[in-house]
C-alpha cells in the first residue's frame, strides 16, 4: 500500500530535549516536505527536498532542522524544543514527474508537546 | 493580506442541500489549484483538482476563475460523511512544489 509513514503519532516531552520526527514514503517520490499546523493559521511549510541531499527552506523553519539522506526518509529534527512548537506536524510526499498537478501524498500528522 | 484566503464557517447545513465555499488568492502567478479534504486531527486528502474549464467529479464541482483570481467548489446532495474542513491549496511560481494552504471551510451536515 502507497502510504507516507510518520513516527510518532503522538509525544509529550520538555523544553530543551533533541527529538527526531521520521518520515518514510514507499511510493519512489522525489519531492518531501514537512508542514505544522496551528489554529487559524493552516498548514505552513517548514522545510522541503527535491531529492536526495537537496533540501531548502520553507516558511517557517527556525528551531527546525532536516536531512535526506536516502531518497524514502525525511526526518524532522528539532535540535532543542521550545513551547511555541507545540503543534500538529505533517510530513508529504510528491512525484516531480507528470505536471504540476501531481497532488501531495500526506502521513497521519504527529502531535507534538513541549512543556 | 493572506495569500489564499477562505471563509472558516462553519457551515451547517442539512443532509441533501447544495453547499459553495469560495477561495480568493492573491498571487496572479499561481499555476495549480486544489481542493483537499481534512477530517479533524486527521491527514488533509486530496479531494480534486481544479483546472481552467470547471471540472466535477460526482457531486463536487470545482470551478477557477483566474482574472478574479477565485476558486470555488460545489458540493450538492449533501451526505453525513461531507462533514469535514474543506482546504483551498494553491501552487505558486516559486517553486515546483510550492503549496499555500488556506486555513480551511468548516462544513457540518446535519440529518
Known amino acids: 500500500e502507497a502510504q507516507v509513514t510518520q513516527n510518532p503519532r503522538y509525544l509529550i516531552t520538555v523544553t530543551g530535549k533533541k527529538l527526531t520526527v521520521t518520515c518514510s514514503q514507499n511510493m519512489n517520490h522525489e519531492y518531501m516536505s514537512w508542514y505544522r499546523q496551528d489554529p487559524g493559521l493552516g498548514l505552513r511549510q517548514i522545510y522541503y527536498s527535491m531529492n536526495v541531499e537537496v533540501t531548502d527552506k520553507g516558511d517557517v523553519p527556525e528551531g527546525y532542522k532536516v536531512s535526506r539522506k536516502e531518497k524514502r526518509n525525511f526526518p524532522l529534527i528539532l535540535e532543542s524544543p521550545s513551547p511555541n512548537q507545540t503543534s500538529l506536524y505533517f510530513c508529504a510526499s510528491s512525484s516531480m514527474t507528470g505536471g504540476s498537478n501531481q497532488p501531495q501524498h500526506f502521513g497521519d500528522g504527529t502531535r507534538l508537546s513541549i512543556l | 493580506r493572506k495569500e489564499v484566503e477562505q471563509d472558516p464557517g462553519p457551515f451547517n447545513v442539512p443532509e441533501g442541500a447544495t453547499v459553495a465555499f469560495n477561495c480568493t488568492y492573491s498571487?496572479?502567478?499561481?499555476?495549480?489549484f486544489f481542493w483537499y479534504r481534512q477530517d479533524c486531527r486527521k491527514e488533509p486528502k486530496l479531494l480534486m483538482s481544479v483546472y481552467s474549464s470547471g471540472n466535477e467529479d460526482g457531486r463536487f464541482t470545482a470551478q477557477l476563475n483566474r482574472a478574479s483570481q477565485y476558486i470555488s467548489l460545489l458540493i450538492r446532495d449533501s451526505k453525513l460523511s461531507d462533514s469535514a474542513t474543506y482546504l483551498c491549496?494553491?501552487?505558486?511560481?516559486?517553486?515546483?512544489?510550492?503549496?499555500?494552504f488556506g486555513t480551511g471551510t468548516r462544513l457540518l451536515v446535519s440529518p
Open positions: 491549496v494553491v501552487r505558486e511560481n516559486t517553486g515546483f512544489q510550492k503549496l499555500v
Open positions: 498571487n496572479s502567478a499561481s499555476q495549480s
